[in-house]
C-alpha cells in the first residue's frame, strides 16, 4: 500500500508564498505522473499541476505563472512552490501519485488558507 503525506500547508495572506510536501512511501520512478489537487469547500476537486517522470509539468490556468511543481525521483517527494497566493487560492491540497495502469493514490490533504 502506498502512503503520502502532504505538509507545509498554513495561513498565508494575499501575495505571500508557501511551499508544499509530499512525502511518498515508496520509491516514485513507479509512477508516471504525480499530481498536486486541490478541493474549496462546496467546489469540486480539480487538478493543480502534473508532473511527469522527467519533472515536466503542466497547470491549471488559475496557477499558471504562479505555481510550481517540481518532483524529487531520489528523495521520493513531490513539491509544490505557490507564489502571489490569491483568497481563490484557499482549498484543501492533496498530492497524488498515478501509476502506468492509471491506478491512483491520494495523501490525506493539507488545508491552505489564504486571508487578510
Known amino acids: 500500500q502506498v502512503q503520502l503525506v502532504e505538509s507545509g500547508g498554513g495561513l498565508v495572506q494575499p501575495g505571500e508564498s508557501l511551499r508544499l510536501s509530499c512525502a511518498v512511501s515508496?520509491?516514485?520512478?513507479?509512477?508516471?505522473?504525480m499530481a498536486w489537487y486541490r478541493q474549496a469547500p462546496g467546489k469540486e476537486r480539480e487538478r493543480v499541476a502534473i508532473?511527469?517522470?522527467?519533472?515536466?509539468?503542466i497547470y491549471a490556468d488559475s496557477v499558471k505563472g504562479r505555481f510550481t511543481i517540481s518532483r524529487d525521483n531520489v528523495k521520493n517527494m513531490l513539491y509544490l512552490e505557490m507564489n502571489s497566493l490569491k483568497f481563490e487560492d484557499t482549498a484543501v491540497y492533496f498530492c497524488?501519485?498515478?501509476?502506468?495502469?492509471?491506478?491512483?493514490?491520494y495523501g490525506q490533504g493539507t488545508q491552505v488558507t489564504v486571508s487578510s
Open positions: 508532473a511527469d517522470r522527467r519533472g515536466r509539468g
Open positions: 497524488a501519485a498515478e501509476e502506468i495502469s492509471r491506478t491512483m493514490y
Open positions: 515508496r520509491s516514485i520512478f513507479s509512477f508516471d505522473n
